[in-house]
């Protein structure tokens, strides 16, 4: 086998790897993008030395961590930050760096200093992980994105976009993936997506929840998320018809997922909304190629009578029949006169 057939049998396994991860990520047309914070590493960049302040003031991370210890001791808050970052700086992987990461997180989290607090928590993750009691950790770096993300809710501008929102979840799902509040996580990250009207990234997220984790304690909120987001996509998806019906068995399914949720009979007024709409825009489909200058009789006969298969019940229906029988004629090549005849004739007896 030459070197050009093995490439050619490489591409192919390769693509249908991405194939079939694509049909896992893909009910809503979206892409695996949508959820690389999975699998995607976010990188934390290394505290580096900072040679212009001149660095640690003592000779040795021992020193230097009973050093800022001191200075905490004192109150000088801001001085032992730096007295513990400047150890972080230069022992990075020593005990006494661990120590004193610890302890920047601890104190940025009193302070109330919300973004750094978080971006210290996220360093701990990202360079120490395995070394310290998580959970601690992940509640606090959790309850610092919780508390980023209110904050720009509630504001009239907003300062920080709502990718930057969501990832700060992102990063903590992928540096504990296993952790017991990762369905909390998404939850909170499908919220984001609808806050910024991006309804089909939302029932991304909630459909993953939805499959991985059917027992989590809150299934009910995520539900109601998700069949709103579906309501709110119709919206922007109003002349779709193969997507409304999509949003429609979508909306079907998560009844039948949870026949006793309180707000059933919400999703069901919402579900037969997006199907007037469907039926609304097939409607204006078929109309449209009942046009002689531009289309055929038979283009705006099959239109018709495909509405009318699909839409029985559609307040149209009698419009429809008697457009379908005046196309008749016309679409068999023959003039109205001489179908009349032809009818007439055939409905002589015979001699």
């Given at each position: 086998m030459n070197r050009k057939t093995i490439l050619c049998a490489l591409l192919a396994l390769c693509g249908t790897a991405a194939w079939g991860q694509y049909q896992d990520y893909s009910r809503m047309g979206r892409t695996p993008a949508e959820l690389l914070f999975l699998t995607d590493p976010l990188e934390i960049p290394l505290k580096e030395p900072s040679w212009f302040f001149g660095g640690a003031e003592k000779d040795t991370p021992a020193e230097q961590l009973a050093y800022a210890q001191g200075l905490e001791r004192e109150g000088r808050r801001e001085a032992a930050i730096d007295a513990y970052d400047d150890l972080?700086?230069?022992?990075?992987?020593?005990?006494?760096?661990?120590?004193?990461?610890?302890?920047?997180?601890?104190?940025?989290?009193?302070?109330?200093e919300t973004q750094l607090a978080y971006d210290e928590d996220i360093y701990l993750l990202a360079h120490y992980n395995g070394r310290f009691e998580l959970t601690p950790i992940l509640e606090d770096a959790t309850a610092q994105a919780d508390l980023l993300a209110q904050r720009e809710l509630n504001r009239s501008l907003r300062l920080t976009?709502?990718?930057g929102l969501r990832q700060n979840y992102e990063r903590i799902i992928h540096f504990a993936p296993r952790w017991r509040r990762v369905p909390d996580l998404l939850l909170s990250i499908a919220n984001l997506y609808c806050e910024d009207e991006e309804y089909a990234s939302a029932i991304t997220v909630c459909d993953r929840l939805?499959?991985?984790w059917p027992a989590y304690a809150k299934m009910d909120d995520v539900v109601s998320l998700y069949c709103r987001a579906c309501r709110d996509q119709a919206d922007l998806w109003a002349n779709d018809v193969g997507r409304l019906a999509h949003l429609e068995r979508l909306l079907a399914g998560a009844r039948t997922f949870r026949p006793a949720h309180p707000d059933l009979d919400q999703f069901t007024q919402w579900e037969r909304e997006i199907y007037l709409m469907r039926r609304e825009r097939a409607y204006v489909a078929a109309t449209f190629y009942d046009n002689p200058k531009a289309y055929s009789p038979e283009a705006a006969l099959l239109a018709y009578q495909a509405f009318l298969r699909d839409y029985p019940d559609a307040p149209q229906a009698a419009d429809v029949r008697a457009r379908i029988a005046a196309l008749a004629p016309a679409a068999s090549g023959e003039t109205p006169a001489e179908g009349a005849v032809q009818s007439r004739t055939a409905a002589q007896p015979q001699e």
């Amino acid at each position: 086998m030459n070197r050009k057939t093995i490439l050619c049998a490489l591409l192919a396994l390769c693509g249908t790897a991405a194939w079939g991860q694509y049909q896992d990520y893909s009910r809503m047309g979206r892409t695996p993008a949508e959820l690389l914070f999975l699998t995607d590493p976010l990188e934390i960049p290394l505290k580096e030395p900072s040679w212009f302040f001149g660095g640690a003031e003592k000779d040795t991370p021992a020193e230097q961590l009973a050093y800022a210890q001191g200075l905490e001791r004192e109150g000088r808050r801001e001085a032992a930050i730096d007295a513990y970052d400047d150890l972080v700086r230069n022992w990075h992987a020593t005990p006494q760096a661990l120590t004193a990461q610890l302890s920047i997180a601890r104190l940025r989290s009193a302070a109330g200093e919300t973004q750094l607090a978080y971006d210290e928590d996220i360093y701990l993750l990202a360079h120490y992980n395995g070394r310290f009691e998580l959970t601690p950790i992940l509640e606090d770096a959790t309850a610092q994105a919780d508390l980023l993300a209110q904050r720009e809710l509630n504001r009239s501008l907003r300062l920080t976009s709502g990718n930057g929102l969501r990832q700060n979840y992102e990063r903590i799902i992928h540096f504990a993936p296993r952790w017991r509040r990762v369905p909390d996580l998404l939850l909170s990250i499908a919220n984001l997506y609808c806050e910024d009207e991006e309804y089909a990234s939302a029932i991304t997220v909630c459909d993953r929840l939805i499959v991985d984790w059917p027992a989590y304690a809150k299934m009910d909120d995520v539900v109601s998320l998700y069949c709103r987001a579906c309501r709110d996509q119709a919206d922007l998806w109003a002349n779709d018809v193969g997507r409304l019906a999509h949003l429609e068995r979508l909306l079907a399914g998560a009844r039948t997922f949870r026949p006793a949720h309180p707000d059933l009979d919400q999703f069901t007024q919402w579900e037969r909304e997006i199907y007037l709409m469907r039926r609304e825009r097939a409607y204006v489909a078929a109309t449209f190629y009942d046009n002689p200058k531009a289309y055929s009789p038979e283009a705006a006969l099959l239109a018709y009578q495909a509405f009318l298969r699909d839409y029985p019940d559609a307040p149209q229906a009698a419009d429809v029949r008697a457009r379908i029988a005046a196309l008749a004629p016309a679409a068999s090549g023959e003039t109205p006169a001489e179908g009349a005849v032809q009818s007439r004739t055939a409905a002589q007896p015979q001699e």
